[in-house]
């Protein structure tokens, strides 16, 4: 089984950037795409983002285009997802996932479902 872990959550004002990571125990991310999620209160897990196996397409919900970047250094088995121009409904738990039976080749790939999950970590925006 794969092991995911989320870090780099926090509290944050408008406008700020916010960096979150997501490792994996025991086990390289090279051969699996990373998709990244979200949930806020009241509301469904969303679909936020996803890279490739080898970090040739990445894709994105709309309501976060421009705005956040998801990145993978192998160097390192960490893949990221950069947060600019944070808004206030960008506040959610969130979530990286990880699949080896599949790769994110297209925008459609954002809502996959991932086989392995992490738990979560909590970003909030509020001024």
């Known amino acids: 089984q794969v092991q995911l872990a989320e870090s780099g959550g926090g509290l944050v004002q408008p406008g700020d950037s916010l960096n979150l990571s997501c490792t994996a125990s025991?086990?390289?991310?090279?051969?699996?795409?990373i998709g990244w999620f979200r949930q806020a209160p009241g509301k469904e897990r969303e679909g936020v983002s996803c890279?490739?196996?080898?970090?040739?397409?990445?894709h994105y919900a709309d309501s976060v285009k421009g705005r956040f970047t998801i990145t993978r250094d192998s160097a390192k088995n960490v893949v990221y997802l950069e947060m600019n121009s944070l808004k206030d409904e960008d506040t959610a738990v969130y979530y990286c996932?990880?699949?080896?039976?599949?790769?994110?080749?297209?925008?459609?790939?954002?809502?996959?479902?991932?086989?392995?999950w992490g738990q979560g970590t909590q970003v909030t925006v509020s001024s």
């Open positions: 025991g086990t390289t991310l090279d051969y699996f795409a």
């Open positions: 996932a990880a699949d080896d039976l599949f790769d994110c080749s297209g925008s459609y790939d954002v809502t996959h479902t991932y086989q392995y």
């Open positions: 890279i490739s196996s080898r970090g040739d397409s990445t």
